[in-house]
């Protein structure tokens, strides 16, 4: 037995005359006189079913009483449709099935909910995602999905790149983002750590002498609710050696662009634009620039070093600086818009948001009386003020000035839809990262990439000299229209070296002895120079379907909070699990 | 800046006058009267490095002080080796690199074992992993591994089919197999589980009109240790709508040719035998029939029937059977091994274990006497007894006789050596598998593969009828070399029949409300008739590569106390960690 002949997509006009049968679910059904026509869908296509009750009787009575969603087996004959009842929207628009035959293979409730509204509550869909799958996005986005992860599987297996699976159940390192952690049942009391990342093992691999390594992998974090956020991220994860970051680059742009000839058949060109973290700033206020529009950040240290106007010099004169932006043409924004702005421009940590509007020849701005007129000339140059114009400045220290300003750009870009081609794919890399950061809260040096990353071989002297803040890391990060789709590093392969970053980073020999001994041990043994990078999966799905809802590209995905409606997870466990594992709960949601 | 222009397989002849550079690891150093000779070795190969001191006087000078898996740069022209010194047994062993610059990338200490040697132990090993990994032996494995599974995933694109991740935070269903728990934060005192299988999710996906998915998945049972097992299984995971089992047996059949076309260039020929569970019990004593030799089952049945020996008369009288293997020349058996025999005989659920040796004429046996002529007529024809033969007798019930002579047989033939040909695959289809076991212990029915498959079109009146016992399974295993590789079935797509099921299997309905709402819910909304199948990648790839240990597959495995002993996991939570999920340790090891 087979259940079919023919995909719902399959049949063409010249199929005309042939005995098939076809499976799926009813997508409509209509009764005209008597005539019952049913569309039949599967994951193919669409394909029309009419039962002519003159012709076949039991067929059609049958046929009368489908409703929406059953599923069934329908034999019968391939009929062009009659002139001027085609459609052309489907692909066998021109055909339809003469039906003899019904098999009903399942009956279906009615639905929840109707499968081609919008407006369908989240949570609603989440409990049925069997249902929503159903919908033709789903079906597209799982679709691309698979095709991703399959160029990218076939693009590394054609550079010798081994795919090589690392444990999930890992060791925990409290240090790191929040983790999931699973109790072990033969040694109670101790926990096993879902993996946040291959790193440690990818970089063990190396040592090992595996040269290329790939794995499209789990990583789980235990990170609080957010609406982008999902526990369980998949990323491309990659690790070589004797590689160099220009190699890396030319691999994975190598890699993006058959992935976007594949899932939009179009070509990128290369090379990528590349951009110093500090120019990425200074230009765009971000280390993710979205490059899809201009409006981009204007210095004017120069301009204000010696300026009346006190905001402006008192923050040069601590060292920081002055940079506006020019949205064209918008002078005429809200008073609501412009409180929106100053909100935001507050929320990342400015005093406030100074502008300028130029209507009607005349400098509406708080500001404009503090200005001088060689300032003002000196502006009108470096920004190319013109009538309709607005001006909007930040003044403070470096990084909460290119900050707040780059908030303020993406919003301006919103509010005037400055993305006029939804199609635009605008990749750039930033490199030279800053391998430090300074936390003033917590008092002490964070890595900007991670502890294993390699500083810029001109840069080690700093390091030995205390000047961590100047110390720029071999780490690039590859963006695609402002959202960072993956990022990377040499790594450090010397045991020395990996010691003294991780001292900087306040883990003291004790606690490196507890947390990392393999890998210190281990790059004492022949540990080749190396590098590798990481690409967020779901990211990358996300923009090659145009979604912002990360649950749009994944199956089964958990709402913000972690649970899973459709499942009923997560939930209390039996007492005798818990006493297996040694653990009590002493508190509940 | 480029590492290398070459692998160190990649140099011939042909080559010879070029000047090259290449990276690696010091496999070996030999000096003769100050020339300098290495063995420099990645992934793809060895090439030989000559330093000269005559020539170039820093190199040399620099390659006497290296070490053993020091980590090096080495540039230089290919020479051919002068005659008589090639080595024939290294692809680049015509030719030599004439070194003039050594440049070290990073020296090693003296490893903790050397690599090539076979007795260390393996906690050791595991300690070092990354040192373990360099074996070619442990290379080639991953290689092979990474072969089975790209051949997997091209196979099922070419199919049609789409990779789908399913969640590996899961629900917890205590019914089953250990699971490990994840405690949730944002929920305190609740609790996921790790996927132990995605059965629940692609029936979902079925539901949702994917039609045919595979993914290659990874599951997590915490089974108590054991050698062979290990805490992450990886699973080539398959499902399909509209699809028989004839249809999964032919996928799966296609699959395994091209997979061990690929790995083992040999052409495996179809289709597979096939045998059903009751032929295989009878014949075999398993449902995982090793045919690489025969020594099968002889059922004696008739020619006890009326025996004046009780042990046989009386398991005939109780329902039971008789049967026996013919060791065919192994009456020469030591006493130790018949005691081994019988203990492993009772291990398995027998009294003893009886045997007749045939050694010059004679029939040496305890129960030779109780046989009557005819009786001893009959065995010699049903059995093909002659000089030199051991018959080895079971007698109970129809179970316990032939689990009881199938573990017998195995041993038998390793003790003969029966296996001749080291590369011998034998592939075989079991089928219509029994749905239901009774457990006398636990009285109650258990499911022999899993609640969800379907029964027997035949047979369904037999579950309404109340003779579980009697009901076959729509499910099938594909079996290697005695070893079970996978297995599925056709599940049920209807609502009520899986909660009749369910009932059967004492699941109340109350319970069947608190595990399986989303199942028995789905299916009331359009589920297509659906199977599907999962096949084990670690033992797959342990029998393409010939070893019995499944840490020789696996990069990172755990020892078989589930602990990492490279990372040294699982390990104690902080305090902090444990407060935020809600739990206290009240036992610790």
């Not at 991780?502 to 790059?523: C, D, M, R, T, Y």
Request: glycine fraction near 8%.
């Amino acid at each position: 037995m087979t259940y079919r002949t023919h995909h719902c997509g399959a049949l063409r006009k010249a199929d005309s005359g042939s005995r098939v049968t076809l499976c799926g679910w009813v997508d409509s059904r209509r009764d005209h006189g008597g005539v019952v026509f049913i569309d039949l869908r599967d994951r193919n296509g669409i394909t029309q079913v009419v039962f002519r009750p003159e012709e076949h009787a039991e067929a059609a009575s049958a046929a009368h009483g489908l409703r929406v969603e059953d599923v069934v087996q329908v034999s019968g004959t391939v009929a062009p449709r009659l002139t001027g009842t085609e459609n052309t929207k489907l692909a066998t628009g021109e055909i339809e099935i003469v039906a003899d035959t019904l098999v009903i293979l399942n009956k279906a409730d009615v639905l929840p909910f109707p499968l081609d509204e919008d407006s369908v509550n989240e949570d609603l869909r989440l409990e049925h995602r069997y249902l929503d799958l159903r919908r033709p996005a789903m079906v597209r986005n799982l679709t691309v999905r698979h095709k991703v992860v399959k160029t990218t599987r076939d693009y590394f297996d054609r550079q010798g790149f081994l795919e090589i699976e690392t444990p999930v159940l890992s060791k925990s390192t409290p240090e790191g983002a929040r983790e999931f952690l699973v109790p072990s049942r033969i040694f109670p009391g101790s926990f096993y750590a879902l993996s946040q990342s291959p790193q440690q093992y990818k970089q063990l691999l190396m040592v090992a002498g595996l040269e290329r390594y790939f794995q499209i992998a789990k990583c789980f974090r235990d990170e609080d609710p957010r609406a982008d956020r999902i526990t369980e991220l998949t990323q491309v994860d990659l690790e070589a050696s004797f590689i160099t970051q220009e190699d890396i680059i030319e691999l994975i742009e190598g890699l993006l662009v058959e992935i976007f000839r594949e899932v939009r058949g179009v070509e990128i060109p290369r090379p990528f634009l590349r951009m110093t973290y500090q120019e990425a700033m200074n230009r765009y206020g971000s280390d993710k620039p979205d490059r899809r529009f201009g409006l981009e950040l204007i210095t004017l240290d120069e301009v204000f070093k010696a300026s009346e106007f006190k905001v402006f010099r008192g923050a040069l004169d601590n060292g920081g600086t002055v940079k506006a932006i020019n949205a064209k043409g918008f002078a005429g924004i809200t008073t609501g818009q412009i409180e929106g702005l100053t909100e935001l421009a507050k929320q990342y940590g400015a005093k406030g948001l100074a502008f300028i509007k130029v209507e009607n020849g005349e400098w509406k701005s708080p500001i404009a009386k503090f200005l001088t007129d060689a300032e003002k000339q000196a502006l009108i140059s470096q920004l190319g003020i013109e009538e309709g114009d607005l001006i909007l400045f930040g003044a403070g220290d470096w990084e909460t000035v290119c900050n707040v300003l780059g908030r303020i750009r993406l919003r301006v870009a919103e509010l005037q839809k400055l993305i006029t081609d939804p199609n635009a794919l605008e990749f750039l890399w930033v490199v030279e990262f800053p391998l430090l950061a300074y936390n003033a809260e917590e008092q002490k040096w964070n890595a900007v990439h991670h502890p294993f990353t390699r500083p810029h071989a001109d840069d080690v002297a700093l390091i030995e000299a205390g000047e961590y803040g100047k110390v720029r890391a071999q780490a690039y990060d590859v963006v695609l229209n402002g959202v960072e789709i993956g990022g990377g590093s040499i790594r450090i392969h010397e045991s020395d070296l990996q010691a003294k970053l991780f001292e900087v980073l306040g883990i003291s020999p004790e606690k490196q002895q507890l947390l990392f001994p393999h890998l210190l041990k281990a790059f004492r043994f022949g540990a080749p120079p190396h590098g590798g990078v990481a690409l967020g999966v779901d990211r990358l799905v996300m923009l090659a379907v145009g979604t912002e809802n990360i649950r749009d590209v994944v199956a089964f995905p958990k709402n913000n909070r972690g649970e899973d409606l459709m499942m009923s997870s997560p939930t209390p466990a039996e007492p005798r699990q818990l006493r297996e594992l040694g653990i009590q709960v002493t508190r509940k949601a």
